[in-house]
């Protein structure tokens, strides 16, 4: 879990009801994330739905490249789906470890990426 105060009383205070679902995503977030080499982390990535297929992803993550790339930093990220997988395959991550997830979702990819 993120180290932040009062997180699960914070979390729970935003969740309310699913509370324990974004607790075992945590966990297994946590457990899947490789704790070394030193690497950026993107955790999340989003578009809104009606600004998707325009590039706008691709320039987010054009843009994080260049920085990480000019600092020789790798990269990290859990793809949720397929669809996710293939976006990210295309910018240069490839596989890290196995998919995983609890059942009721989608399986998230670990993906790593050398900077360039």
């Known amino acids: ?3 932040v105060p009062d997180y699960e009383e914070r ?18 977030l946590h457990k899947a994330h490789p704790a070394s080499p030193d690497h950026a982390f ?3 990535l989003a578009v809104e739905p009606e600004l998707q297929n325009r590039g706008v992803g691709t320039a987010l993550l054009d843009a994080h490249h260049v920085r990480l790339g000019a600092e020789g930093v ?15 395959m295309r910018h240069g991550y490839r596989d890290h470890a196995e998919p995983y997830g609890p059942a009721n979702l989608r399986a998230f990819h670990p993906m790593w990426r050398e900077p360039r």
Do not use: Q, V
């Open 11 to 28: 979390l729970s205070a935003i969740c309310g009801p699913h509370t324990p679902r974004f607790l075992e995503l945590d966990a297994l």
């Open 74 to 88: 790798p990269a990290y990220l859990d793809a949720c789906g397929h669809e996710a997988r293939r976006l990210y």
């Open 42 to 44: 993107l955790l999340f």
């Open 1 to 3: 879990m993120p180290d």
